[in-house]
Nanobody, 114 residues
Framework: VQLQAYGGGLVQPGGSLRLSCAASGTIFRFNVMGWFRQAPGTQRELVASMHTLGATNYADSVKGRFTISRDNAKNTVYLQMNNLKPEDTAVYYC?????????WGQGTQVTVSS
């Protein structure tokens, strides 16, 4: 299984970005796809996740600003990030997991700065 993430970049505070992550390979139908992030000197943390059947989970720090969605037919997960803040600056990683399997994509840098 491989995950390919897209969409990071530099944005001003208050701006928006959309991240995408496409998974390929042999993937169990029912799984969880999500986004984690890691800023320098910190631990990787969950941003948002979404089950195949639609259940979502968000970090408190992004509730109301970020929206996760997915296209199950394309094995793709999206993260719409609005009202970005400097503290959202981090490398964002997509994740796909089911059962005892856990796969990570390469990180994509998101920098929020004026």
């Amino acid at each position: 299984v491989q995950l390919q993430a897209y969409g990071g970049g530099l944005v001003q505070p208050g701006g928006s970005l959309r991240l995408s992550c496409a998974a390929s390979g042999t993937i169990f139908r029912f799984n969880v796809m999500g986004w984690f992030r890691q800023a320098p000197g910190t631990q990787r943390e969950l941003v948002a996740s979404m089950h195949t059947l639609g259940a979502t989970n968000y970090a408190d720090s992004v509730k109301g600003r970020f929206t996760i969605s997915r296209d199950n037919a394309k094995n793709t997960v999206y993260l719409q990030m609005n009202n970005l803040k400097p503290e959202d600056t981090a490398v964002y990683y997509c994740d796909l997991t089911w059962g005892r399997y856990d796969y990570w994509g390469q990180g994509t840098q998101v920098t929020v700065s004026s």
